[in-house]
């Protein structure tokens, strides 16, 4: 009985004392040093390490497989924007720029901004009139117009027709360089032209064509012309080698020419606009 309790007694006094702690797994006591370092080794040790998809290899990874896939994107839109046309349509325009007269033209081609479209107008007097095509202004009373020089006015639709895609903007200004308008146009074909406009994410782009005559097929007929265009181009000038504008660029379509199927731009012709002004006389 007595040696019992003696031994309870010792069992007691050993689990809280470190120099008679007894590792079960290897059958040994460890000295109180030995506990010490391993309790010490044990504070040391800190948090685990975070899981993988938490590091920052993992960031790095996920950011450049995001930057690939917007650069693959960014690659399939290339050839719609940059094809070998519209390269070319631009060396063109570098070479016609260099002419005084087309410089002179630029200056009177301007942008028209409207809700999230962009489009071309022309001035057709020094007061600060402005045609362009219906659909370009859309549904805006106040699309915005900007010039050649920089500046950026607030435009007044004055009216705006949808049968002939046309319409007339005044912005407040005075002296700006307007272009000459024709007369008419006659239908004659194979006639050589210059078309200003801001295609793409381009702003004054000057190109050449011929004309192809008027559409009879079209109702009212449309002057259709050989020459590059895009979208953007809506409202452009058509202009001839004498300086007078016979259209105004409004779509694109298809002709059969030669038994070959051509690309064509679509212009309405100048009568349209002498007699939607005269129409709607300008305040």
Known sequence: MAEREEDEIHRAKGSTDLAAYEDREFGREFTEEELSELFKAAD???EPPPPFFRGPLFRKIVAGVLALMLCAQVMTMLPQVFSLAAIRFLTVSAQLSQSAEIQEYKESVVVIRSGGSKGTGFFVSEDGLVVTNRHVVDDSPSPSVHLSDG????GKVLWADETVDLALVDIDAEGVPALALAPTYDGAEDTPVFLIGNPLFFNGIANEGVTRGLLADRDPPML???APVY???SGS???TKDG???GVVYATSTMERDGK???IGLAVPIDWVHRK???????
């Open 44 to 46: 040391e040790e800190g």
């Open 151 to 154: 500046s950026v006015y607030r």
């Open 224 to 226: 259709a012309i050989d």
């Open 231 to 233: 979208r953007g181009n």
């Open 237 to 239: 000038p058509v202009i």
């Open 244 to 246: 007078e504008v016979i």
């Open 261 to 263: 199927e051509l690309r």
């Open 277 to 283: 002004m005269a129409e709607n006389p300008a305040p």
